[in-house]
Nanobody, 115 residues
Framework: QVQLVESGGGLVQAGGSLRLSCAAS????????MGWYRQAPGKQRELVAS???????NYADSVKGRFTISRDNIKNTLDLQMNNLKPEDTAVYYC?????????WGQGTQVTVSS
């Protein structure tokens, strides 16, 4: 079973940047898909960005052109570069991974964007 640990969250002003990183305890090569989700207070968890084992990416419309997801199957990491951050990006961000056995989640990291 893969364990996921996020890091890189914090407080940033609007227009700033943050880079989130997710470290996996095992080999992520077998993960069909990995992604970042977020959940703001009072809202449902939503997909931010995902990347398949083949390298295909998918982004929420609200982050297209600002966020970039990257996956390193050698280092077993998943990163999310977030630029031009907006107050509405404030949320807890979760790392996610899926294989043929199940779905795995990290514990989350808080991102707060001040206006």
């Amino acid at each position: 079973q893969v364990q996921l640990v996020e890091s890189g969250g914090g407080l940033v002003q609007a227009g700033g940047s943050l880079r989130l990183s997710c470290a996996a305890s095992g080999n992520i090569f077998s993960m069909n898909s990995m992604g970042w989700y977020r959940q703001a207070p009072g809202k449902q968890r939503e997909l931010v960005a995902s990347v398949t084992n083949g390298g295909s990416t998918n982004y929420a419309d609200s982050v297209k052109g600002r966020f970039t997801i990257s996956r390193d199957n050698i280092k077993n990491t998943l990163d999310l570069q977030m630029n031009n951050l907006k107050p509405e990006d404030t949320a807890v961000y979760y790392c996610n991974a899926r294989d043929n056995v199940g779905t795995y989640w990290g514990q989350g990291t808080q991102v707060t964007v001040s206006s």
